[in-house]
C-alpha cells in the first residue's frame, strides 16, 4: 500500500506583515506571505529570475509568535504542509492554495530588513520554542508536530 507525503519547505522574505486574526471559536491563525526568488541562466547566456509568491498560514501559539516577531522584509524558511481552499464567487470557482505551517525559523535578526534596523535580538521564551546552535536562528515549533527543522541538519 503506497503512503502519502505532503511537506513544503520555503525560505524567503515576508512581503507584508504577518495579519492576526481570530476565529469564532477563539483560535488564533495568522497569515502572512513569503517570496522565493529562482535565477537561472537561459541557453543564450542570459540571466533570469523568477520570483514565486506562497501564502503562509500559522495557527495558535505558531501564529501568535509568528504576528509578535515576524514583519516585512525578514528573511524566514517555514516547514508546513499544503492545503487549498476551494469556493465559489459570483459564480466563478477560484482556489488557492496555501502552506498551513508547523515550523517557523527566523533567519535574520529583529529589524535587519524592516524600518526599526536597530531592534535587540529577541527570543521567543516559552515551551514550543527552542534556539538553535546558530545565535541568529530562532526556531519555532508547532504545538501540534514533534519535529524540529534546523538549517544546519539540511544537507543542501
Request: hydrophobic share 35%; charged share 25%.
Given at each position: 500500500?503506497?503512503?502519502?507525503?505532503?511537506?513544503?519547505?520555503?525560505?524567503g522574505?515576508?512581503?507584508?506583515?504577518?495579519?492576526l486574526?481570530?476565529?469564532?471559536?477563539?483560535?488564533?491563525?495568522?497569515?502572512?506571505?513569503?517570496?522565493?526568488?529562482?535565477?537561472?541562466?537561459?541557453?543564450?547566456g542570459?540571466?533570469?529570475?523568477?520570483?514565486?509568491?506562497?501564502?503562509?498560514?500559522?495557527?495558535?501559539?505558531?501564529?501568535?509568535?509568528?504576528?509578535?516577531?515576524?514583519?516585512?522584509?525578514?528573511?524566514?524558511?517555514?516547514?508546513g504542509?499544503?492545503?487549498?481552499?476551494?469556493?465559489?464567487?459570483?459564480?466563478?470557482?477560484?482556489?488557492?492554495?496555501?502552506?498551513?505551517?508547523?515550523?517557523?525559523?527566523?533567519?535574520?535578526?529583529?529589524?535587519?530588513?524592516?524600518?526599526?534596523?536597530?531592534?535587540?535580538?529577541?527570543?521567543?521564551?516559552?515551551?514550543?520554542?527552542?534556539?538553535?546552535?546558530?545565535?541568529?536562528?530562532?526556531?519555532?515549533?508547532?504545538?501540534?508536530?514533534?519535529?524540529?527543522?534546523?538549517?544546519?541538519?539540511?544537507?543542501?
Open positions: 500500500m503506497a503512503k502519502s507525503f505532503n511537506q513544503a519547505i520555503i525560505m522574505n515576508l512581503t507584508r506583515d504577518p495579519e486574526r481570530s476565529t469564532p471559536g477563539g483560535q488564533q491563525v495568522a497569515s502572512f506571505a513569503v517570496a522565493t526568488n529562482r535565477t537561472w541562466t537561459d541557453g543564450g542570459e540571466r533570469k529570475e523568477a520570483v514565486e509568491y506562497h501564502e503562509i498560514v500559522a495557527w495558535g501559539k505558531l501564529g501568535e509568535l509568528a504576528a509578535q516577531y515576524l514583519a516585512k522584509g525578514r528573511k524566514v524558511m517555514v516547514v504542509r499544503l492545503q487549498t481552499q476551494s469556493w465559489e464567487k459570483d459564480g466563478v470557482k477560484r482556489q488557492r492554495t496555501e502552506i498551513v505551517a508547523a515550523d517557523i525559523n527566523f533567519l535574520d535578526a529583529p529589524g535587519a530588513a524592516g524600518a526599526g534596523g536597530s531592534e535587540d535580538r529577541v527570543a521567543p521564551s516559552s515551551s514550543n520554542s527552542s534556539n538553535s546552535s546558530k545565535s541568529d536562528d530562532v526556531v519555532i515549533q508547532d504545538l501540534d508536530t514533534n519535529s524540529n527543522i534546523n538549517l544546519d541538519d539540511i544537507p543542501f
